[in-house]
């Protein structure tokens, strides 16, 4: 059985990084690096090309009616800069009070490797997987998955699953893990404020007529609710579904740790101290 630590290492120390060409022998050892671990396991393998860069496309099949679970990943990492504020360098990873620091190791390579090591200490068991399973491990993740839903689409019928399994996102605390049931969407426009055809004079007409940056800046105050109202989330959520009411209490309890996680984090950075991930 691979050691899944010193595995994780060895990932991090291929610098993913999908943003910037410089990077590109990075991104080739880091699909490499996971083409052959599943490779090992049994699967067969599939680098798909993209205009940017490659999909692993893995499955490994067993009876027709097994359950089809689906995997997502991603291999790149974002940019590791401002190298200043790391304590020690991104791409070599440093373990200390058992946490390990290095670029990607939470976003998104531990993940994807912790289902790998599962899939590996299973199968070490002499058992077959009681499932049908893929991973779909992308490489442009960091930069807005260009090329995924052209995948997805000339993929379909191998796709279709049961369940997808993406574990991409955080958990509030160490003592708080998460299954996350759903992210809120994003919404992006355009706003132009037209004023006045001409400079006017502050003493004049200040105070009588909106000052276009004074009328954008309370549009957009309005738009949003410093306090988080939470019996209006609650009305709202059980509307959609009730089971999501303990999920509210939850966060209503555990809202000021990850504030105070914030702040102490906002620190460290002031001190110079990165606690980066
Ligand atoms: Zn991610």
């Not at 291929?14 to 052959?36: I, L």
């Not at 090992?40 to 692993?56: A, C, E, N, Q, Y």
Request: glycine share 10%; net charge negative.
């Amino acid at each position: 059985m691979f050691d899944p630590v010193e595995k994780l290492k060895e990932f991090i120390r291929h610098p993913s990084v999908s943003t910037d060409s410089k990077f590109r022998a990075g991104m080739k050892g880091a699909q490499e690096f996971v083409s052959g671990l599943l490779g090992s396991l049994g699967f067969s393998v599939d680098v798909v090309k993209t205009d940017l860069h490659p999909i692993i496309f893995a499955q490994r099949g067993g009876e027709k009616h097994w359950p089809h679970v689906l995997i997502y990943g991603h291999y790149d990492v974002q940019p590791a800069k401002p190298l200043e504020l790391w304590t020690s360098p991104p791409f070599e990873p440093r373990i200390e009070s058992g946490a390990l620091f290095g670029r990607g190791s939470s976003d998104n390579k531990g993940q994807h490797l912790a289902h790998l090591n599962a899939v590996e200490a299973f199968l070490k068991t002499g058992t077959e997987l009681p499932c049908n399973l893929t991973f779909v491990i992308e490489g442009e993740e960091e930069v807005g998955s260009e090329h995924l839903g052209e995948f997805l689409k000339n993929n379909r019928a191998e796709l279709k699953c049961d369940a997808v399994v993406i574990s991409d996102n955080g958990i509030p605390s160490l003592r708080h893990p998460a299954l996350t049931y759903g992210l809120r969407g994003i919404m992006a426009f355009e706003i132009i404020v037209h004023g006045p055809s001409r400079d006017l004079h502050s003493g004049i007409y200040g105070g009588t007529l909106d000052n276009p940056a004074m009328a954008l800046s309370q549009m957009l105050a309005k738009l949003y609710d410093a306090e988080v109202n939470y019996e209006k989330l609650k009305q709202t959520t059980a509307e959609n579904n009730p089971l999501l009411i303990s999920v509210v209490n939850e966060m209503e309890k555990i809202r000021p740790g990850i504030l105070e996680t914030i702040r102490s984090q906002r620190r460290n950075l002031q001190a110079g101290q990165s606690r980066l991930k």
